[in-house]
Each structure stands twice: as C-alpha cells, then as structure tokens.
C-alpha cells in the first residue's frame, strides 16, 4: 500500500510560470513532511519541509502548502527555472510514531519535472 | 565541510553473492538511514542506525543488514543476491537537532546478474 503518493509522473512548464507538484498520503500519523530534488547520478536534495502544525512554508522561490483535511501537499515553484529539471519526490515521517527515530521517512514514486527555456 | 561519501559508486554481481556497501557521514552527525531505490518501488526505507544501534528498520528480508561504527561511519550488507537486488542504494546522513533534514549521497549502483 503507497502511503504517500504523487499521481503526476510527470509536468512541463515554461520558464518564468509556475509550476506546482503535489502530493498526497494516506497515513494519519504523518507529521511532517519534506521536498527533495534529484539530479541523474546523484543523491536526493533537500528542499524544503513542513511541519503538520502549519499549513504554508516559504523559502525562497520554493512555497509548500499543507492541506491536512484532504491529506495534501503541494510544492510551488515560482519563477519556475531550467536548472529546477529534476525529479521531486515528496516525502512524509511520522514522528510522534517512529520509536524514538526521526528519520524513517515514507517517499512518493517522484514526479519529473521539466522546465522548457 | 565534506559530504556524504558512499563506496563503491558501481558494483555488479552475480546471484548468491553477497555484498557490502560504506557510507561515512557528514561530520558530527551520528545518525545514518539507509534506503533502496528501484523504478518500480522508488524509495524505500531499509534502517536507521544512531550511535551503532539500528534504531529502526523496513519491510526488507534478514538478507539485508547493516552496522554502524564508533566513527558513524556505516555499513550495508546484503546476502544471497537475488536479480530483484538491483537497486541504487542510497545513504542518507541525518541532520541532529530536531531538523529532521537527511542528507544524501550519491548512491551505490548495484546490478545483480
């Protein structure tokens, strides 16, 4: 069962607009919840995170909005930039639950996001 | 200050071998995950490791483990390689303090033959 999901294989924007992936779980006791970027041939990057207590965090040209009713997230870029053509993969802990381990984090399947000049 | 390291970068085996993979953290940190990447199940949580105790664990086979030691640097093994193995494992060097934030490294290609 995929407790995290991200429905969007993949999105094409233009340079300058807005793009916007989302996300959405199914786990309850998800906590916090955090945006990695991934180049080919390298490791995920951390962009960004929330924590289940706000509903917005900014940082940036990055924004990522937390829906805990409809159990979403939504990750915003704007101006969207040719050098953010990458994978994004949201991610999801439940911390309150994880023995005393903070860094067991549930990933989504990625969406592959490419930013045309 | 210096990234995550992971050794060997590309490995390939062969069925019923077995293998083990280093990662070394970014300095100070003490808390090491590990995880399996495939197309088909993308990240996957393997284990935690804090101060050489594995403080948390996935829904992976025994034939995967892993250690850590007193520098916090971090090993995986996995034994009686099976084709479905063949995965990017990844170390993830976890940030102390309550940030929760995890750092990765490059990976570790695995292709099982």
């Known amino acids: 069962d995929q407790q995290v999901k991200q429905n969007s294989p993949s999105l094409s924007v233009q340079e300058g607009r807005i793009s916007i992936l989302n996300c959405d779980y199914t786990?309850?006791?998800?906590?916090?919840f955090l945006w990695y970027k991934k180049y080919p041939a390298e490791g995920p990057t951390f962009l960004i995170s929330?924590?289940?207590?706000?509903d917005k965090n900014e940082d940036g040209r990055f924004t990522v909005f937390l829906n805990k009713s409809a159990k979403h997230l939504s990750l915003h870029i704007v101006p969207s930039q040719p050098g953010d053509s990458a994978v994004y993969f949201c991610?999801?802990?439940?911390?309150?639950?994880?023995?005393?381990?903070?860094?067991?984090?549930?990933f989504g399947k990625g969406t592959l996001l490419t930013v045309n000049p | 200050k210096a990234g995550v390291t992971q050794t060997p970068r590309y490995l390939i085996k062969t069925r019923g071998q077995q293998v083990t993979l280093s990662c070394s953290p970014i300095s100070g940190h003490r808390s090491v995950s590990w995880y399996q990447q495939t197309p088909g199940q993308g990240l996957q949580f393997l284990f935690e490791y804090f101060s050489e105790t594995q403080r948390n664990k996935g829904n992976f086979p025994g034939r995967f483990s892993g250690r850590q030691f007193s520098n916090s640097r971090s090993e995986m093994n996995v034994s009686t390689l099976e084709l479905g193995d063949s995965a990017l494992y990844l170390c993830a060097s976890n940030s102390p303090g309550g940030s929760y934030e995890q750092y990765f490294g490059p990976g570790t290609r695995l292709t099982v033959t």
């Open positions: 991610a999801a802990s439940a911390r309150r639950n994880s023995g005393g381990s903070n860094y067991k984090l549930t």
């Open positions: 786990n309850s006791m998800f906590d916090y």
């Open positions: 929330i924590s289940s207590i706000k």
